[in-house]
């Protein structure tokens, strides 16, 4: 007992000393899906491909937080900020390929009517996506939305029914429908509805263009608007949209760039 307490009060001294050593960033991994933490001069507009770029300040120093997207070719690239162009490098990934076997044939070739709404959902999705708010803090350590098994990793270059499709731009935690699904952070509720691909999905504005996306859900907890805090609950698992099983699709972006979001969690998973 009488050690915790002085553990407690050592702690709040070195919190005292350093303000800002509890700030967790998630991990520099310049890879395309990946993150590159780049140090800057300034907190305010830092851009990459004229999309704003998060910006956090550790240490006395600004880092600059970005998400590089999947579609980037590694090489040199810049950020530019009010003191000029900044380099940084974006190294090779190989990501994995994975078949998958969709039974509902209109899930893997939509019928001309539903090529509208796929329009119209992804019009919006962009919308949410390119979202960039400036609450007080941002945290970035994210505790895992649901407990299960990682089902499919990020990156993955998919073939539904021998068709090449878009890489895996999250990743799958297989769950039992129902289980229920927490915010990794405080947020807000940016939007929600029901996907011809994504089923019923929720996303999370956490700040800076750091946005979290849930999919397939079988209940939606929360409504557009809402404040969340860490940890509460949003949905629960299910299997709505293009699925092969009940599991939730977690997605993370910075910058409009889909990331992996193992960058953000303390632990590495296990994938089965
Ligand atoms: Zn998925």
Not at 50 to 58: A, I, R
Not at 106 to 119: C, F, G, K, T, Y
Not at 202 to 207: A, K, M, N, Q, S
Request: glycine letters at 8%.
């Amino acid at each position: 007992m009488r050690r915790h307490s002085i553990t407690a009060k050592m702690l709040t001294i070195l919190s005292i000393i350093f303000p800002t050593a509890a700030l967790a960033l998630p991990q520099h991994d310049p890879v395309p899906g990946g993150i590159a933490l780049v140090t800057v001069r300034s907190n305010n507009q830092v851009r990459f491909n004229q999309d704003p770029v998060m910006v956090l300040e550790q240490e006395g120093q600004y880092i600059a937080v970005l998400g590089i997207p999947l579609s980037v070719a590694p090489g040199e690239k810049y950020l530019d900020t009010p003191d000029g162009r900044v380099a940084f490098t974006v190294h090779h990934r190989d990501y994995k390929v994975q078949r998958l076997r969709i039974d509902d044939d209109r899930q893997v070739n939509p019928l001309p009517r539903d090529l509208e709404r796929i329009a119209r959902e992804r019009e919006e999705m962009t919308q949410a996506f390119t979202h960039f708010s400036h609450p007080n803090t941002v945290e970035t350590d994210f505790q895992l939305p649901v407990q299960g098994v990682v089902s499919s990793t990020f990156g993955l270059q998919r073939l539904l029914n021998d068709q090449p499709r878009a890489p895996h731009s999250g990743i799958d935690i297989a769950a039992p429908e129902g289980d229920i699904i927490i915010a990794p952070s405080p947020g807000m509720v940016l939007a929600s509805g029901d996907y011809f691909f994504n089923g019923n999905t929720i996303l999370l504005d956490h700040g800076q263009g750091l946005i979290t996306m849930y999919c397939h859900l079988s209940s939606l907890e929360v409504g557009i608007g809402d404040r969340v805090v860490a940890s509460q609950t949003i949905g629960k698992v299910g299997k709505t949209g293009r699925v092969t099983g009940p599991h939730l699709h977690w997605a993370v972006s910075l910058n409009n760039a889909r990331v992996n979001p193992e960058l953000f969690l303390r632990e590495s998973l296990q994938p089965n």
